[in-house]
């Protein structure tokens, strides 16, 4: 099983650095910590140690005495008890300057303590590493004294198994260890909290751009702190002029229509005239290319318009209702078709988009299958196997089209058949507005018996 890492929490991330760096810093500190700790506490534990052998040394001292021809004797006995115990790991030794070991421990039973040879200062204090009975290693502490009745200078030792001292410290330091890795533990928490909580606004900032992407909102809402605030504005400023400059694209492109919608209705009534004067053939002309000159107009506004709204964060259109809309009106255009035209009440996804691009590609779409059609035009929407995608399809019972003629049609200005009225640019629309939203147009056989056209769309997010 491979790492599992918080919710919110992946490598890249900004939390993940930000966790990483706290608990790269909590562990150094911790360790630095664990190791100046036990430091100080083994320095604390040899000063007691050397206090406690210093001690007993003023003890031994004390309690020697000189007697005849030189000869020592212990007036009083030493504690700890450990000294009357063999091999305790507790000793002492009185030793002559020659090497000659006068008086020693109990405990020592018949060895001696191997002392290393040392100059020392009368009272003196030397500490040595010994390797003493079982070859156990000792710290003994060394002194050198003379004693009233006596020419030479004496070397008392007392010696302690180092074990003791070592065990301490060893001790000391796994407690430590154990309790700054539970302390590590909780800081890392903690840190983690603290991160979760100081990046929670950027997850409501995420969530809140999110809301505009899918079309549920037209700006980002709420307040933030005060490091954030200043994008939120300006990211809101952003979406502000997005709109305004939509919206005039949309006012140009309608004044363009409108300035030339009366020139071309003029050419329109003088068609008409002509004919009237028996013109008729020259009348069909000019009648033909006023229609032709309007659909091109129409084309290039409806890419200008889409040029300008594609993208745009918070476009959302309604399928289903555009198809309803749709369904009702063609029924009425074509009533003397008595074409029956359904469109399905399933539940589809929003497209991601303008409504009236929608509305200018499925109107295409539905007029040129009700151009076509018998008696029946079926429009129906689903969600697209790929997340994130709409399928809407038009189906007709009318006669088709052969398999290696469907990519003409897709031509500009293309008519593969003059006995329909149009000029050719409906699907050519219809596909250049779909890729220009990243859609396909495909066409293909209806299992109504004719043609089935099927438009593909980003989708936008649930409602």
């Not at 539940?347 to 988009?353: C, K």
């Not at 079926?378 to 994130?388: F, I, M």
């Amino acid at each position: 099983m491979g790492l599992r890492w918080p919710v919110g929490v992946r490598p890249g991330s900004l939390s993940f650095r930000l966790l990483l760096g706290a608990m790269l810093w909590i562990a150094l500190a911790l360790v630095v910590t664990g190791v100046v700790l036990t430091r100080i506490f083994a320095a604390h534990i040899e000063d007691q140690f050397a206090q406690r052998q210093e001690a007993l040394l003023n003890q031994l001292a004390a309690n020697l005495e000189v007697g005849p021809q030189d000869s020592l004797t212990l007036t009083g006995s030493l504690s700890p008890p450990q000294f009357e115990r063999p091999y305790s790991g507790t000793y002492w030794q009185v030793q002559a300057s020659d090497g000659e070991v006068l008086l020693r421990s109990r405990s020592l039973w018949d060895a001696a303590l191997p002392l290393p040879s040392d100059t020392l200062l009368n009272g003196q204090v030397h500490r040595h590493r010994l390797t003493g009975p079982g070859e156990a290693a000792l710290i003994a502490y060394e002194r050198a004294v003379r004693l009233p009745g006596r020419d030479d200078q004496l070397r008392l030792v007392v010696a302690r198994d180092a074990v003791v001292l070592d065990t301490a410290v060893q001790r000391f330091a796994r407690v430590l260890t154990v309790s700054l890795s539970v302390l590590g533990l909780g800081l890392i928490a903690a840190a983690g909290a603290q991160i979760a909580g100081g990046l929670r606004p950027l997850g409501r900032l995420r969530r809140a751009l999110g809301e505009v992407r899918a079309g549920r909102a037209q700006r980002l809402e709420g307040t933030y702190p005060a490091e954030i605030q200043p994008l939120v504005t300006d990211l809101n400023a952003v979406l502000q002029r997005n709109a305004t400059v939509v919206e005039q694209a949309r006012t140009q492109a309608g004044n363009l229509a409108h300035g030339l919608k009366t020139p071309l209705s003029v050419l329109s009534n003088e068609a008409a005239v002509l004919e009237n004067t028996g013109q008729a053939a020259f009348a069909a002309r000019i009648a033909e290319q006023t229609r032709i000159m309007q659909r091109q107009i129409d084309y290039h506004l409806a890419r200008a318009r889409v040029a300008a709204t594609v993208d745009v964060p918070g476009s959302r259109a309604d399928a289903q209702a555009a198809l309803q809309r749709l369904a009702r009106t063609m029924s009425k255009l074509y009533a003397a078709k008595q074409l029956s035209v359904e469109a399905d009440g399933h539940t589809v996804p929003a497209f991601r988009g303008d409504r009236q691009d929608l509305e200018e590609m499925l109107g295409n779409l539905v007029d040129n299958a009700c151009k076509w059609a018998h008696a029946q035009v079926r429009l129906s929407a689903r969600p697209a196997a790929t997340e994130g995608w709409l399928v809407i399809a038009v189906d007709d019972d009318g006669p088709g089209l052969p398999e290696d003629q469907r990519m003409a049609v897709f031509d500009r200005g293309r008519r593969l058949d003059t006995r329909v009225d149009g000029s050719g640019l409906g699907l050519a629309i219809v596909v250049e507005l779909a890729e220009l939203y990243g859609g396909t147009v495909a066409l293909g056989d209806s299992d109504l018996g004719g043609l089935c056209a099927t438009l593909t769309l980003p989708a936008a997010g649930d409602a």
